[in-house]
C-alpha cells in the first residue's frame, strides 16, 4: 500500500501490517505514490525519490539508473504512476514531467519528449497510463487525456466532448474506461 509515510505490506498468514520507509530500506524517500506488479511477478514502486525494483534476495529495493540525457531540466525524477507496455518495457507516469519508460533489460529510466501541439505535454502530471496496443497509449493527465502514439513519437489531446473539460482526467480505471469507450467510438464509429 503505497502512503506518505512509506510502503505498508500486508502479511496474510500473520494478519499483519509492516512499514518499508527510508528508516529501514533503501528508499530514498518515504513518498510513495504507487506499487505495481508487473507480468514477470516483479514489484515496482515509484514516488518522489524515483522508481525502485523489490529485490526479495535481499527483501529490500534497487532504484532503478536514469539516462542522464533525458533527466528533466529542474530533476523532478517523481513517479506517478506505472504501466506495462509490450515488449521488455514499463511506460512511466510522472508527477510533473510528462511520460518516461523504463528498459528492463538494461534497467534505464529514460524520459519520453513526444511532438505535441501543446508544450506542457512534456511538463504534465501523468495520472494513469493504458496501453492499449503495442503502438498506442491512452495517458491521464492534468491537462486532459492525451493519446500517444509510440513509434511516431507523437501525443495528440483528445477532446472528450463540449462538456467534458479537458483538465484532470484521474487515475482510476473507470475513468480510463469510461473515456476510452469515448474515444473509440469517436475514432472508429462504434
Excluded at 534497467?107 to 506542457?120: D, F, K, M, T
Excluded at 473539460?165 to 473515456?179: A, L, M, Q
Aim: net charge negative; charged share 25%.
Amino acid at each position: 500500500i503505497a502512503t506518505d509515510s512509506g510502503i505498508f505490506v500486508y502479511d496474510e498468514t500473520a494478519d499483519k501490517f509492516s512499514l518499508w520507509s527510508r528508516k529501514n530500506s533503501s528508499l530514498k524517500s518515504d513518498i510513495i505514490q504507487c506499487v505495481y506488479c508487473d507480468s514477470n511477478g516483479t514489484v515496482w514502486v515509484g514516488g518522489e525519490s524515483g522508481l525502485y525494483r523489490y529485490n526479495p534476495a535481499t527483501e529490500d529495493f534497487i532504484q532503478t539508473k536514469t539516462d542522464p540525457k533525458t533527466v528533466p531540466e529542474d530533476g523532478n525524477i517523481h513517479i506517478a504512476t506505472i504501466a506495462e507496455g509490450t515488449g521488455e518495457h514499463l511506460w512511466i507516469g510522472t508527477w510533473a514531467n510528462g511520460l518516461a519508460k523504463l528498459d528492463m533489460n538494461n534497467n534505464v529510466l529514460s524520459w519520453i519528449r513526444p511532438e505535441s501541439s501543446l508544450p506542457e505535454a512534456k511538463k504534465m502530471r501523468v495520472r494513469n497510463i493504458l496501453a492499449e496496443t503495442s503502438e498506442t497509449l491512452w495517458i491521464c493527465t492534468d491537462i486532459g487525456l492525451f493519446r500517444y502514439e509510440i513509434m511516431k513519437n507523437r501525443m495528440s489531446q483528445v477532446i472528450l466532448s463540449a462538456l467534458q473539460t479537458n483538465d484532470n482526467i484521474y487515475d482510476t480505471w473507470s475513468e480510463i474506461g469510461r473515456c476510452f469507450h469515448t474515444v473509440y467510438r469517436e475514432y472508429c464509429g462504434r
